[in-house]
């Protein structure tokens, strides 16, 4: 056969396509795994911000070290408040995709969320080896969905921190609530629910006085984002409430 024949080219280029989709096959699952990996490991780091054991700045090392040491995840059913184990879930559950799933998610009602009109109806709850919970929290924005951690101190209704990890709002505006550390520190400290068991921790516009009987229960909101600082406001309520983690929490 010669060396320049249609035939031979032809079986050249084939080999070529061949070899190159398993190439191409092969970098897009190593990345696949990867991207994966990055996710939980973003995952823990923000449950440990939120908890106050580690700071933006740690390794994905430090993170998987004193996530493994310090959290202890549990799956609680949000109607109920209780625990539930690996076998009591559906096969594969994951909450982001049960909140879209008809056959498993529950509606939100009154528009709580501002827009989001179903949520999962298991949820985890980090708990801190030294005392206290971690909870997901998410609700609308202005431009999109707000994703964060609220962590509790071990009383359950004592604030310990919070944490924004994804949202779309406007730098320098409604994206101070993951990006102002002046902001975020204002929340460690503030009572989230009363003695009788109450939500009253609010974010509100403008700024509260020290004298106010409302300011350990209230959040200054972002100057110049009332739409973001209200989805702040209402998520809070929301997941903090019975339809949320409220039940599990008055069992604490």
């Not at 949000?78 to 498993?104: F, H, I, M, R, W």
């Not at 929290?137 to 431009?143: D, F, I, M, P, R």
Request: charge should be negative; hydrophobic fraction near 35%; glycine fraction near 10%.
């Amino acid at each position: 056969m010669q060396r320049d024949s249609t035939a031979g080219t032809f079986i050249v280029a084939t080999v070529l396509c061949v070899v190159c989709s398993f190439l191409v096959a092969g970098t897009a699952q190593l990345l696949d795994g990867k991207i994966k990996s990055n996710k939980v490991v973003d995952r823990k780091k923000n449950v440990l911000i939120a908890a106050g054991l580690v700071d933006a700045s740690a390794s994905p090392e430090q993170v998987d070290k004193e996530y493994d040491d310090k959290i202890k995840e549990v799956m609680v059913d949000l109607a109920t408040g209780q625990p539930v184990s690996d076998d009591e879930l559906p096969k594969g559950y994951d909450p982001k995709k049960a909140a879209n799933d008809p056959k498993l998610n529950v509606p939100v009602e009154n528009n709580a969320l501002m827009g989001i009109r179903n949520r999962e109806p298991y949820a985890p709850v980090y708990k801190i080896a030294s005392g206290g919970y971690v909870l997901p929290v998410y609700g609308k924005g202005l431009w999109g969905t707000l994703w964060g951690f609220l962590a509790l101190e071990d009383d359950a209704t004592t604030v310990k921190g919070i944490t924004f990890y994804d949202h779309k709002e406007t730098p320098g505006l409604g994206a101070e609530i993951a990006d102002s550390e002046q902001w975020k520190e204002q929340w460690p400290g503030k009572k989230a629910i009363d003695s009788n068991g109450d939500v009253q921790l609010q974010v509100k516009k403008g700024k509260t006085a020290s004298d106010n009987p409302a300011f350990d229960y209230t959040i200054d909101g972002v100057s110049g984002a009332t739409i973001t600082s209200k989805g702040v406001d209402h998520l809070i309520k929301y997941w903090l409430g019975d339809d949320g983690f409220g039940k599990y929490l008055a069992k604490q």
